[in-house]
């Protein structure tokens, strides 16, 4: 393509470029909204619109109200009908804190969560705000000095996946601190324990709370005529998010049920929509890898830092990330620093 094509080309995708995710047709009325950021922190969720016969469920809102507020537009495009359900799949504030907006823009509607997320919000949720508050200049911060110097933290040059990461996630991250100072948390109207149908006209949707993993109540979405599941963040790509509030030692058990619905698309809560199971089944041998080391370390004694030395991920850190250091980066970020800790408290709580 010559430079003047490539420039008007440049120009005609910008727009949905800004927008910042993609809207994609699964089936006749099942839209998904997936988020282009480049992979980096992972600040915003992708969302899933079901439209029924004379109403409409969302999966998951946003990490602000002005990122709801697009998807809300994006939608209204689509169809005129009101969101009656906004399903979040956990208490996770990047899938939580666009509530406000979506009841803003949809008065009649319902929230739904699982039983434990209006305590989770009140107490892990308002101290990771808080948190939030309190780090996210400083990390605003340094991501733009390290954009700017083009070094990383180790003074080593950034290579331009990693600069295009960071320079997105320092602008996310500012537009979520400036968001989230005023926002009003708006936690579920309905609540789950195990299972809820909810039928739109001659729709169904499931929503299943398959086991604790990647936090102790997450739900799933599970269209049985379509054979679509959002999954929340349980799958989460490119790499998997098991954090500090994740529950390393249930997390194989719990995606072995969620691959058990058979789906045939998948919508992660971050990263491109799957087709298969692939992807997901190397997070369940992930995370089978982590439990099983974690349970011989701590029947063994050991402590957390023993625990970490015995434990060798290498392999699926390859597999993850490739030849991509920030994969690479990322995978020690949410997978092997937390995880391992998660899990070895887990187990001796548990022993
Ligand atoms: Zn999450």
């Keep these: 393509m010559g430079r003047l094509a490539c420039l008007l080309a440049a120009l005609l995708i910008a727009p949905a470029a800004r927008a910042g995710f993609t809207v994609e047709t699964l089936a006749p009325g099942v839209i998904a909204f997936v988020r282009t950021e480049p992979a980096g922190m992972m600040f915003d969720a992708n969302n899933l619109a079901v439209i029924g016969e004379d109403a409409v469920l969302v999966v998951d809102s946003n990490a602000t109200a ?11 495009a689509i169809t005129r009908k009101p969101v009656r359900y906004l399903v979040n799949t956990h208490w996770h504030l990047d899938h939580f804190e666009g509530n406000a907006a979506w009841l803003e823009a949809y008065p009649g509607l319902e929230i739904v969560g699982h039983e434990a997320t209006r305590g989770e919000l009140a107490g892990v949720g308002a101290r990771n705000r808080a948190g ?28 331009a996946e990693t600069k295009a990461a960071y320079a997105s996630d320092a602008d996310q991250a500012a537009r979520y601190l400036e968001a989230t100072r005023t926002v009003a948390f708006v936690p579920p109207t309905i609540e789950v324990r195990d299972r809820l149908t909810v039928h739109l006209g001659a729709r169904s949707v499931d929503v299943r709370h398959p086991g604790p993993g990647h936090t102790r109540s997450d739900l799933v979405v599970w269209l ?28 194989a058990g719990t995606l072995e049920r969620v691959l058990a619905f058979g789906a ?38 050991a402590t957390l830092e023993e625990t970490r030395k015995r434990i060798d991920l290498t392999a699926f850190r390859d597999a993850f990330a490739g030849s991509s250091k920030l994969r690479g980066a990322l995978f020690d970020l949410y997978v092997a620093q937390p995880a391992i800790e998660a899990a070895w408290r887990q187990a001796r709580e548990a022993g």
């Design 66 to 76: 002005a990122s709801s507020r697009e998807v809300i537009r994006a939608l209204r």
């Design 132 to 159: 939030m508050l309190e780090s996210g200049p400083g990390l605003v911060e340094a991501l733009r000095r390290r954009v700017a110097e083009g070094r990383d933290r180790e003074g080593r040059p950034l290579d």
């Design 224 to 251: 049985p005529a379509e054979r679509i599941l959002a999954t929340g963040d349980l799958v989460a790509a490119p790499v998997p998010l098991i954090g500090n509030t994740a529950r390393p030692m249930d997390y």
């Design 264 to 301: 045939l698309v998948i919508v992660p809560g971050h990263g491109p929509v799957m087709r298969d199971d692939a992807y997901p089944r190397r997070v369940r041998d992930l995370a089978a890898a982590i439990r099983d080391g974690v349970r011989a370390a701590v029947a063994a004694g």
